[in-house]
């Protein structure tokens, strides 16, 4: 046998050890003649779809993927589709205000969750009890938090205190539970308490 013959099975035994050492195996080629493209498989992700620029606080998941659809409604039949404000719509409605509402051009609304309404009772229904909910002029929580106080639309029930930061804001001492809420002609805040007009909680 020629040293030719003996030293090429050995040679190529080098070559095919340094390929697997490298991570290479047989059909695995990503160049020349009949070469494979390996694509790696797309990690997995658990994350959730944001919820929206700006949008905040504990009790925004239940609102998930509902927002865009909110954004291009005005204020009022925006609630109606979040699901978890039907007491609210229904009390503008029965007390006339919806449709102000709705054609209002700029807005603030905090607007109490269902059990909010179970919990306040009738009195929850007045309408200067849901104008005490609603600022004629449209700010975010930055703004909120700027103004300090606002006066409502109700007029004689003194002005709405703000506390807290940008993400974590307080109306009355009352915790919105989601905040920044665009709309078509308002910025909603859902809150978990019906706000009573002159009262401050502690």
Request: proline share 8%; glycine share 12%; hydrophobic share 45%.
């Amino acid at each position: 046998m020629s040293a030719f013959r003996r030293v090429f099975p050995l040679a190529a035994s080098l070559v095919l050890l340094a390929a697997c050492d490298n991570g290479i195996h047989a059909g695995d080629a990503t160049t020349g003649p009949g070469a494979t493209s390996v694509t790696p498989p797309a990690p997995v992700t658990t994350t959730a779809p944001a919820i929206g620029p700006g949008v905040f606080g504990p009790g925004c998941d239940s609102l998930r993927g509902r927002l865009a659809a909110m954004a291009d409604l005005p204020v009022v039949r925006a609630a109606a589709v979040s699901f978890v404000l039907g007491e609210w719509v229904e009390a503008v409605e029965a007390a006339h205000v919806a449709d102000p509402l709705d054609g209002a051009r700029a807005l603030t609304v905090f607007a109490p969750v269902d059990a909010a309404f179970d919990a306040a009772g009738p009195s929850a229904r007045r309408v200067s009890v849901l104008d005490y909910h609603v600022l004629g002029q449209r700010l975010d929580a930055a703004g909120l938090q700027r103004a300090g106080g606002v006066r409502t639309r109700d007029g004689g029930g003194g002005p709405l205190a703000f506390d807290g930061s940008e993400t974590s804001l307080t109306v009355n001492g009352v915790p919105v539970l989601c905040g920044n809420i665009p709309t078509k002609n308002a910025t909603l805040f859902v809150i978990g308490k019906v706000l009573t007009p002159g009262t401050i909680a502690g």
